[in-house]
């Protein structure tokens, strides 16, 4: 399995060979370095952590500091494999095991909006515009909680409230050009996240 963390860029577009135009979104990912292993036998699970990008040390706990053996990364990811890892710890991960026509998996946080109104989180229609009435183009209506919910609101209601920061999973997305020489790597579509936010790469 490949994977690989990165942070994203922009959407830009660029010509293949044929000169045909691809919308692609720039990635600028690795190298990640190996921080723990995890086994079946000794954590139930078969997994590989590792970390990515620079921080201050005297910003980092020393819990989180015995995680980064002996690094100061940013990020600390965990991705977990279908059998016993073959890495080491230490051992650094970059560009050069994904190419061009490779399909990934992309998981990033989604951009944050705030909060906002039922018409923009959940597209309501909002009230009517006429017989005299003024300031109902983004009321909610009316939030069934009589009998049916025994005088409460039922969870899950879809209501006003804080709208994005999810974390998003984009599946089958295709690498137009990879540049492992500077980090760079090229994927057709859009990608979750605001520009400069972290991205987990997943490959098959």
Do not use: C, W
């Amino acid at each position: 399995m490949k994977f690989i963390l990165g942070t994203k860029v922009n959407m830009t577009q660029i010509f293949d060979d044929k000169g045909v135009v691809h919308p692609v979104t720039a990635l600028k990912a690795g190298p990640v370095v190996v921080t723990a292993i995890k086994t079946l036998k000794s954590d139930g699970y078969n997994a590989v952590q590792v970390g990515f990008g620079e921080r201050k040390e005297k910003n980092i706990t020393k819990a989180v500091k015995g995680q980064m053996k002996g690094g100061n990364y940013m990020y600390l990811r965990e991705f977990r494999l279908d059998s016993e890892p073959t890495f080491k710890i230490g051992d650094s991960i970059d560009l050069s095991t994904f190419s061009a026509g490779d399909m990934v998996t992309i998981s990033g946080t989604s951009k944050g909006k705030g909060f906002q109104g039922v018409v923009k989180r959940h597209g309501f229609h909002g009230g009517p515009r006429s017989h005299g009435q003024k300031h109902s183009e983004h009321e909610p209506g009316s939030i069934g909680g009589g009998g049916r919910d025994g005088g409460r609101v039922a969870k899950g209601k879809r209501m006003a409230g804080r709208m994005g920061s999810d974390r998003i999973t984009s599946k089958g997305l295709t690498i137009v050009s990879v540049k492992p020489e500077t980090g760079e790597i090229f994927v057709r579509g859009a990608v979750p996240g605001r520009r400069g936010s972290l991205v987990e790469l997943r490959g098959s």
